[in-house]
Nanobody
Framework: VQLQASGGGLVQAGGSLRLSCAASGSISGFNVMGWFRQAPGKQRELVAL???????DYEDSVKGRFTISRDNVKNTMYLQMNSLKPEDTAVYYC???????????????WGQGTLVTVSS
């Protein structure tokens, strides 16, 4: 399965974007899917995780502003981002079944990334 992220762009602070992560095959086999981001000069960090049972985890700075969801029929995962801030500027990546070890997340299924730029 290959993942392709899209939906990034330039938006003013306070605006919204919806990112999509489309899979070339079924995503129902993924127990966990996630969104990550990497800002210039920084390490890639977790933004949100969604487990098959519906449990979610969010990075503290995005709680209440971002919502992760998935549509197993359309084989697509989403990240709705509201009230965007300049510090949300980063390349956003999606991943299937990410695993945390050795200080970072690893996955055999990474999307290619989509750039989100939030202007002040």
């Amino acid at each position: 399965v290959q993942l392709q992220a899209s939906g990034g762009g330039l938006v003013q602070a306070g605006g919204s974007l919806r990112l999509s992560c489309a899979a070339s095959g079924s995503i129902s086999g993924f127990n966990v899917m996630g969104w990550f981001r990497q800002a210039p000069g920084k390490q890639r960090e977790l933004v949100a995780l969604l487990r098959n049972g519906g449990d979610t985890d969010y990075e503290d700075s995005v709680k209440g502003r971002f919502t992760i969801s998935r549509d197993n029929v359309k084989n697509t995962m989403y990240l709705q981002m509201n009230s965007l801030k300049p510090e949300d500027t980063a390349v956003y990546y999606c991943a299937g079944d990410p695993v945390y070890y050795a200080g970072t997340y690893h996955s055999d299924y990474w999307g290619q990334g989509t750039l989100v730029t939030v202007s002040s």
